[in-house]
Every structure is written in C-alpha cells, then in structure tokens.
C-alpha cells in the first residue's frame, strides 16, 4: 500500500530553490517575483519575509544570505497545496505538515524532503495511517483505519503490510499473523464474526499446509489445505462424535480413509467426491462385516457380507442390495447358489440343503416357483 502524495510538488521546491540562486546572485528581485520583508547586507534577503512568484508559488518564513534559512517556514504551491514546518538548506527536514488541494494531509517527520519519522497519513475519504515512514512509503509499526472501519496494526515495507500484524473487519472478522506484500502469508490465524476458527499457515490470502478450522458446532479439522480446501492428509470430527481420518481432495474425502460411526461401526477404504467408492471394509458394531466394492456410499460390486452368526454372502450387489449373481451359505450347511435381485433369491439358482438334498430351478421374489429336480 504506497502513498501518492503529489510529490512530483517537490519537484517545485527544487525549481524554487534554483530560482533562489538566481536571485542571490542579482540581488535584485525581478518585477514580477514580489517580495516582502527583512533584507541585510547588500540588499540580499535576510530575516523573516515573504516572496511570491508568478505562478502563485509563495514562501512565506526565514532567509540567510538570500537563500532559505534553516528554521520554521510555509510554501504554498500554484494548487494551493501547502507545506508547513522546519526546513534546513532549503528541504524539508524534522516536523511538518503538507496539505495538498484534494485534502490529503500528512503530519510529521521529514528528512531531505522525504516522509521519514513518525507520521500521519489522512486522505480525503477518512482513510488514515498512523506510525512509521520511511522514504515517503509506509515502513516499520503503523496502523491503517480504512473509510469502512477496516482496521490494520502491525508492520508494514515499503508501503505494504508486510511482517506481524493484525487486520480486523467491520464484520468482525479478524486475522492475527504474518502478512507479506499485503496479503496473509505464514503462520496465522483467522477468527469469523460467526465464531468459526482457522489456525495455521496462509499463502497469498489462502489456507495453504497445515492447518485447524473449527466450527461454531465444534465440528473440527486438522490437517492439510491446499487454496483454502482440505487438500491431503486430515482428520474430520463431526458434531456427535463421528469422525473421518484419511485422504482429501478439493475439500472432498478422497482417497483412503476411516469413518468411525459414534457407535463404532467402521468403514476403512476408498473414497471419492466425499462418498464411498472403490473398495473398502465396513465392520458394524453387530459384528456383521462387509468387505468389497463401493459406489457413492452403497454396496455396489462384487462383496462379501459376514453375519455374525457365521452366515456368508459372496457375490454381486447393487445399490446395497444383493443383485446379480451370489453365494449364501448358512449356519446349518445349507448353501444357494444362483442369482438374486433386490435382496431376494430371483431368478435360477441352486439349494443344497445340510442332508445333500438338492434343489435345482427357478426363485421369484425369494420363493421357488417350479420344480426341476429336488
């Protein structure tokens, strides 16, 4: 954030100056360039007085030999910009205050007519800079006030925000960390008016590496961010004890990961776009167990699903149902083989009961419906 402060007027300063000499050396002062005031030795300008030039430019303070005299003065430029303070050999050094036409003001220290020092900015929309300068931008402690009521107080270089500080919003949001080039960049933190809560490192105005968010739920999350998005390794605390430890994408879990239900069901495997897809375990707190293919958090595939009692499915699913081609066997002996639809034997297939009898034909909707051999 650097400061426009019309300086090419400085330039003026020079013009004047070089006008200056001319006029010492003549020790006259021509028509047009009106002077008011003491003289000393041979009719130089000495003493407290006033010279104005055509253009409007106006000294108004202290001369010595003809030239600006170290000392207390105010130079009004032809825009009716004004500087008032302490000048040694003709620049502005130590305290002064420069008032430009549009109503920007700066109050304080100068060092060869650069802003150095301690100082305040004000511009004409409210806007105001309150700390240190150095020439004439921004540089060392400072605090900015913006027209809207945004607030930063920290270090600045060369007229950016750039090492420890911290910004608040109107909104109440506030950030308290490292800057770099005006942007949050490094270790910092992050509070929103809604009281939600991000802890770790930023790059260019983004969560970036690693990081905690905490929402006002305390819903949590602890691990990698990639442009503000749960982008690597984290882990996932919902609000009522679940959680998800693995993988994630575009602030999607993606990858391989664990969700813990609050209960103790598990499912360890792949994910993809937030939901379960690929392979993966699901152990549930019954003891029942499914290990095989998954698709947008059903059973979809090829799987295997375990009762607790001993019971074994094999075979193909679709939408968490048993459907297509399978393998059940029983606790007793007993064995089906042959295919299934919406979780019903469906379709031809095959019973072989505990004492070898064997059923061969046709099921609908989980009954036989004819009899080939038996």
Not at 4 to 29: A, H, R
Not at 292 to 307: A, L, P, R
Request: hydrophobic share 25%.
């Amino acid at each position: 954030m650097s400061i426009d402060f019309q300086c090419n007027k400085i330039g003026l300063m020079k013009v004047f100056c070089l006008l200056f000499i001319f006029v010492c050396i003549s020790c006259d002062v021509p028509q047009k360039i009106k002077y008011k005031g003491e003289r000393g030795k041979l009719g130089k300008l000495h003493g407290k007085g006033i010279i104005t030039y055509p253009d409007g430019e106006t000294w108004e303070g202290e001369f010595k030999d003809g030239e600006p005299y170290t000392g207390k003065g105010v130079y009004f430029f032809p825009d009716s910009s004004k500087y008032e303070g302490e000048w040694i050999d003709g620049k502005r050094n130590n305290q002064g205050i420069l008032t430009l036409v549009d109503s920007n003001r700066y109050s304080g220290e100068w060092k060869d007519d650069k802003l150095n020092g301690q100082g305040i900015f004000t511009s004409l929309d409210g806007e105001q800079y309150a700390g240190e300068f150095k020439d004439d931008q921004f540089n060392g402690l400072g605090t900015y006030t913006w027209a809207n009521g945004k607030k930063y107080v920290g270090e600045w270089k060369d007229g950016k925000l750039n090492g420890q500080g911290i910004s608040t919003s109107p909104d109440g949001e506030q950030y308290a960390g490292e800057f770099k080039d005006g942007q949050y960049n490094g270790q910092g933190t992050v509070t929103y008016a809604d009281s939600e809560q991000y802890a770790g490192e930023f790059k260019d105005d983004q969560f970036n590496g690693l990081g905690t968010y905490t929402w006002a739920n305390d819903q949590k999350y602890v691990g990698e961010w990639k442009e503000s998005k749960r982008n690597g390794q984290g882990t996932l605390t919902y609000i009522g004890d679940k959680k998800y430890i693995g993988e994630f994408k575009s602030g999607n879990r993606h990858g391989l990961g664990t969700f813990t239900w609050p209960n103790g069901t598990q499912y360890a495997g792949e994910w993809k776009d937030d939901k379960r897809n690929g392979q993966g375990v699901l152990t549930l707190i019954d003891g029942n167990k499914y290990t095989g293919e998954y698709k947008d958090d059903k059973f979809n595939g090829q799987g295997t699903y375990t009762w607790a009692d001993g019971r074994q499915y094999v075979g193909e699913w679709k939408d968490g149902k048993r459907h297509g081609q399978g393998t059940v066997i029983y606790v007793d002996g007993e064995k089906y083989v042959g295919e299934f639809k919406n979780d019903q034997r469906h379709g031809q297939g095959t019973v072989t009961y505990a004492d070898d009898r064997q059923y061969v034909g046709e099921w609908k909707d989980g009954k036989r419906i004819d009899n080939i051999s038996e």
